[in-house]
């Protein structure tokens, strides 16, 4: 995967989740005015609500990591309040150790990073994201990771000797994007931490 590839995912990204959050916000709208009227309660409307809720917060999520990134900042409070709505439909809770806003492109590359260490960790866990100047560490610990080798071990160069799934693309994106800003990706783990430093 050359620049000119990375770049073109990132575009294709950020159309999709452009094109997804109107609906999805619209349907988020819908629902409040639902619940303001009383039209409709009880648990199926809890399920639908909670369902969308998720689905909006993934979706701004995968805007980040996924789409188009530049330097503009983005401000402590917008990136916490985005990982604490990741944060409710899944199992792994997010630290963002950062104070000061930072450049999107550099917040891209934690969020790939995140995606790494959650897919090590089925059954839950912590994931703290802190940067000393410019240097970035992403870890990931839990009681028990499942780390697939040949992911962690290539991570570093971008080159794998197995297909990357699409369960499995942000091993793959990391290594790249990081190279585009001149940054290489190092890897640490251990029996129950997972460490990422760009």
């Known amino acids: 995967m050359g620049g000119s590839d990375v770049n073109l995912a990132e575009l294709i990204g950020s159309r999709i989740c452009h094109d997804l959050i109107s609906p999805i916000g619209a349907i ?59 944060e409710r439909a899944g199992r792994v809770r997010v630290h963002w150790n950062l104070t000061d806003a930072v450049p999107r492109n550099q ?26 100047g410019d240097k970035w560490e992403v870890t990931g610990t839990a009681d028990k990771l499942n780390v697939d080798g040949d992911l962690w071990k290539h991570v570093v160069t971008g080159r794998f000797p197995n297909k990357i799934t699409p369960a499995q693309v942000q091993f793959a994106l990391l290594p790249e994007s990081a190279t585009a800003m001149g940054r290489k990706v190092a890897v640490e783990t251990a029996s129950t931490r997972v460490t990422l430093r760009f």
């Open 28 to 86: 988020t709208n819908g629902l409040e005015l639902l619940d303001m009227v009383g039209a409709v309660q009880g648990p199926e409307m809890e399920l639908i609500s909670g369902s969308v809720g998720s689905a909006g917060a993934r979706i701004r999520f995968f805007r980040v990591a996924f789409g188009s990134a530049g330097d503009q900042p983005l401000g402590r409070t917008e990136v916490a309040d985005l990982l604490k709505d990741v």
């Open 107 to 132: 917040v891209k590359l934690a969020f790939l990073a995140l995606m790494c260490c959650e897919s090590a960790m089925p059954m839950g866990g912590d994931v703290r994201i802190s940067a000393h």
